[in-house]
């Protein structure tokens, strides 16, 4: 399936081929914090299925586990559109919100639990973890979650 994101202003696009390997939640304090809201859900994608067009701006920070993470944002409206990192340099994440489609598939995981908003509802079923996906036990076709993100 063929999907666009875009940032508010529309002249940086991530065209994406294909689902997304894993929608996840993730309640990091430094997620709450690049994305102004009390969550980032991001859509993860082999590189291969995302094309970027536009001029975009870098942010380079430190993630959790110290690896970096390298944000793409449009120098414009300030949009932080897709991300990769050190983690696997395969992958792609896109800012869900960016699809702006509400049929988009929904987050199988949320993490960093520990820094949820108390007030924040998720639906029954969703797979949880205290910190980042390489600690969740869940599993998804067969392979632990954070082994689909290796």
């Known amino acids: ?12 696009r ?3 081929s294909g689902d997304p390997l894993m929608v996840s939640l993730c309640h ?3 997620c709450q914090r690049s994305t102004g809201a009390v969550a980032g859900s991001g859509a993860v994608f082999e590189k291969a299925e995302v094309t970027t067009e536009g001029k975009w701006k870098l942010f ?3 993630g959790a586990d110290g690896r970096k ?25 896109v800012a869900v919100g ?3 489609d509400p049929t ?4 199988l995981v949320s993490v960093y639990e520990r820094s949820r908003h108390d007030w924040l509802q998720l639906p029954d079923g969703m797979a949880r973890a205290q910190r980042g996906l390489v600690s969740l ?3 998804v076709d067969d392979r632990p979650l954070g082994e689909r993100m290796r």
């Open 69 to 93: 993470v390298r944000f793409h944002f449009c120098p414009n409206c300030g949009t932080s559109l897709y991300w990769e990192g050190d983690f696997n340099p395969n992958l792609r994440i």
């Open 1 to 12: 399936m063929k999907r666009l994101a875009q940032c508010h202003c529309g002249s940086l």
């Open 60 to 62: 380079e920070r430190a």
């Open 14 to 16: 991530a065209k994406t």
């Open 137 to 139: 036990a869940a599993t």
């Open 98 to 100: 960016a699809f702006a």
């Open 104 to 107: 988009f598939p929904a987050p």
């Open 28 to 30: 990091w304090r430094d």
